[in-house]
């Protein structure tokens, strides 16, 4: 149940852009964007609800298909503090448990 | 506003022993959320309470137990300690009982000898 992440490691130079992917094999209820920094707690970034709706983040945005049990998270003209890991965590219909996936670690570099 | 907290932020146990984790909401949240996270992996859920009521639970054996009191404040307990128990663990708190934001506290580190 645990969704997979891609990729598992990206680096950028500041102002490019980047795409993290997550998918599933189970239908999704909800998806979780978190950004965890070395040594730091999970920041929340963004949540998408089934039937479309996203609650989140202004400068970061997301992208849910439900058909597909999918969903991106879009990193445009990154900045230095955009580093740290990735991790999605989704939310099966009825199971009352989010499950994250393995994180995909960014580095943004000068 | 504070945050959520967790006490304590280190602690060294060795195998058999048990332990107890202590987790306390943002003011106004009534859900709390248990997690372990190993090293290099995302946090794996563990339990979720609601109003002092057990919501949900992970696939973690039953020596992993919480709960949570009047005040929202919540322990998480593990008996038997093991080897593999090591690990970050996180309290997350949230308004209601659904997957709503969840906002993490700064962990516990166990390591387990």
């Known amino acids: 149940q645990q969704p997979v992440q891609s990729p598992q490691a990206v680096i950028l130079r500041e102002g490019e852009d980047a795409v993290i992917n997550c998918s599933s094999s189970?239908?999704?209820?909800?998806v979780h964007w978190y950004r965890q920094k070395h040594g730091e707690a999970p920041v929340f970034l963004m949540i998408l609800l089934k039937g479309g709706e996203q609650k989140g983040h202004d400068k970061i945005s997301a992208s849910f298909n439900e058909k597909k049990q999918q969903s991106s998270l879009y990193l445009t003209a990154s900045q230095l503090s955009y580093s740290g890991t990735y991790f999605c965590g989704t939310e099966i219909g009825g199971s009352e448990k989010l499950v994250f996936g393995k994180g995909t670690k960014l580095t943004v570099n000068p | 506003d504070a945050g959520v907290t967790q006490s304590p932020t280190h602690l060294i146990k060795t195998r058999g022993q048990h332990v107890t984790l202590r987790c306390s909401p943002i003011s106004g949240h009534k859900s709390v959320s248990w997690y372990q996270q190993v090293l290099g992996q995302g946090p794996q859920f563990i339990f979720q309470y609601y109003e002092k009521e057990e919501r949900g639970r992970g696939n973690f054996p039953d020596r992993f137990s919480a709960r949570q009191f009047p005040n929202y404040s919540s322990e998480l307990n593990v008996n038997a300690l093991l080897l593999g128990d090591s690990a970050l663990y996180l309290c997350?708190?949230?308004?209601?009982?659904?997957?709503?934001?969840?906002?993490f506290g700064p962990g516990t580190r166990l390591l387990v000898l």
């Open positions: 997350a708190s949230s308004l209601d009982s659904g997957w709503e934001t969840q906002y």
């Open positions: 189970k239908a999704l209820y909800s």
